[in-house]
């Protein structure tokens, strides 16, 4: 069907081409792909040349006003009441002389019943000439429908800031999770939620909301998850109502539809919100919000991850600054205490809250420098600092190093010690042996023996010397062995002071062991050891003489032996320092009477190693007591310490 034109026409017209259920419209490549614009629309589109007669009539027409197209192409329409007729053709006539007008009318349908409806009319052209004119119909509830819609949305979109406020209030990651969860319920109108975790190849649920809590931890393989599907599309959201019967998520009841948001951290991949629909259908705007809630669910993980991250960092922090062995103090810019460890407040003996806020009791070493400083409890510390250069603080690491300093000092006084004790004695030997090598025949017999002699003894007190600093070696490096066996102790007392009053004219030996002495267990050769040197120590400490008493007797399961002398003593905080490696104390007159410290060392050593122990303390009346305590045979399997 073709229509008559007028002169004032294009000269090419539009013929009448039925589109999609509409009949033929324009002629071209283009074809299709108009005829698929137009039957998509859903507004009723209707074309008309300058007379007013249809040359477009499309399906969404067909179904606003009730005639097919075939009905309506090449004629008027009938579709504008009588008394609209002016309004209509004034609305024409606007356009016509330029711009677009939308109002909102009254229209016809076929059965005769009025539609509310929008207008939209704009110029049809062809080139710079009005063709005709476009009217684009909806029926006006739609535009109701479409506020309350955006309205809807306008209220959700609210409510969706208020909801990111919420999680990002809570910085506990599970916490957080949840609440993502419970959130996207309501958004959306789910019926249920849950927020899935990547992990690697692995996928692992962390939080669900309105399902089992028996479902929180399950894993699945990602590779034949929705979110695998999700993440190959490219896009954030993503829409599955099939295949639903194997998923774990089918254990909510009637479950149909399953809306999936993609969270990104850092940008990258972090986990999936699951929107489940068992009741309602999800549309285009929960769709939107559970993308948006998706997105801000990343930043609220992220940020929660960052936070933990840091809580952990700090813990990890506090946990070395706590445990640390060293003092750790951390100064201010204006070099006032913030941090003091409690390694800081023992080294020190000066507590966090009395420091706190003041200068460290130490100078500061310059950067890159360590400084050596003696506090005033006599302690020595070895401090050394670094600025943090972001802050403007300054860390400061220090340790006790007094007993370093002590065992540097106590070597140092070994090595001289030992040097002195070596060289007396073999200045005489080389002494008398030179002198019996140049004059041999010029000395008589006793005096050939009186070099011999001499030369005897200074041979024993070296080799006693080297004995003393094997047995001092082995002890030092737990390489001491002795052999655990029942034998007599009292034999080995006597033995011991068997021929020691002869020692001495200024010196007293009296031996009180009572009848029917235990037998004890131990090494009795390292037991010899052990008294003669408590024995020689007892003659060496007391100059001055006088009385050297040895007593025995049986103590809870074990033998305990004391050795007594009235001499020059030790003081209380030296009884036990005596029997460290090369110390000498100086209290009292004992410093004078050398040795390289290694004594009473070898002595502990050895009772220690046979299950015993000794100790100094003080005799009444002055002096020292030696007390050796040692297992009674009676008393095997026992690992009872007496001290």
Known sequence: MTAAYRTDRPTHPPRHVHYGGVGDQWAGSDDELARAVLDSSPNAVVAVDRDQTVLVWNEAAERLFGWKAAEMLGRRAPIVPAELIAEHNAALERVRTGGQVSVRTKRLDSAGDLLDVRVDISALRLGSAVAGYVCVHHLARADQVAKTRMARRARLVRRLTDVVGDINSDLELSAVLDRISASLTELTGADAGGFVLIEGERLRLVSTYELPDDLRGTTTDLRTSLVDRLLRTGKTVLLESSGLDDLVWARLKGLHTIALGLAAVGGRPYGALYA????????????????????????????????????????????????????????????????????????????????????????????????????????????????????????????????????????????????????????????????????????????????????????????????????????????????????????????????????????????????????????????????????????????????????????????????????????????????????????????????????????????????????????????????????????????????
């Open 276 to 643: 489940l629909f068992a009741r309602s259908t999800p549309g285009h705007l929960e769709l939107e919000l559970l993308e948006l809630l998706a997105g801000h669910a990343g930043i609220a993980v992220g940020n929660a991850v960052a936070y933990q991250e840091a809580v952990r960092q700090r813990a990890h922090e506090r946990a070395v600054f706590d445990a640390s062995a060293d003092g750790i103090a951390v100064l201010d810019e204006a070099g006032r205490v913030v941090r003091w460890n409690p390694a800081a407040a023992e080294i020190t003996a000066i507590p966090e809250e009395t420091v706190l806020g003041g200068p460290p009791p130490f100078p500061l070493p310059e950067p890159g420098e360590k400084l050596t400083f003696q506090l005033e409890t006599g302690r020595w510390l070895d401090v050394v600092g670094a600025r943090i250069e972001e802050t403007g603080e300054v860390v400061v690491d220090f340790r006790d190093v007094t007993r370093a300093k002590e065992l540097e000092e106590a070597k140092d006084l070994f090595l001289a010690t030992t040097s002195h004790e070596l060289r007396t004695p073999i200045t005489i030997v080389r002494g008398f042996a030179s002198t019996l090598d140049a004059r041999w025949d010029k000395l008589g017999d006793l005096e050939r023996r009186a070099a011999v002699h001499t030369i005897a003894e200074r041979a024993r007190s070296l080799g006693q010397l080297m004995d003393h600093l094997l047995l001092g070696a082995r002890a030092g490096a737990d390489e001491l062995k002795v052999s655990i066996e029942e034998f007599d102790l009292a034999d080995r007392i006597h033995a011991a002071t068997l021929g020691l009053p002869v020692l001495s004219d200024r010196h007293r030996v009296e031996v009180a062991i009572g009848d029917g002495l235990p037998r004890v267990l131990g090494d009795a050769l390292a037991t010899d050891i052990v008294l003669g040197q408590l024995l020689e120590n007892a003659f060496k400490y007391s100059p001055k003489g006088g009385l050297i008493r040895v007593e025995a007797w049986p103590e809870d399961g074990h033998v305990v032996v004391v050795v007594d002398d009235e001499g020059v003593g030790i003081a209380a905080p030296d009884r036990e320092r005596v029997f460290e490696r090369f110390v000498q104390v100086d209290s009292g007159d004992r410093r004078r009477f050398g040795g390289v410290g290694l004594g009473l060392y070898i002595v502990r050593s050895l009772a220690r190693a046979q299950g015993g122990d000794v100790s100094a303390q003080p005799r009444p009346g002055g002096g020292t007591r030696m007390r050796l305590v040692l297992k009674g045979a009676g008393t095997i399997g026992s690992d009872t310490p007496m001290r």
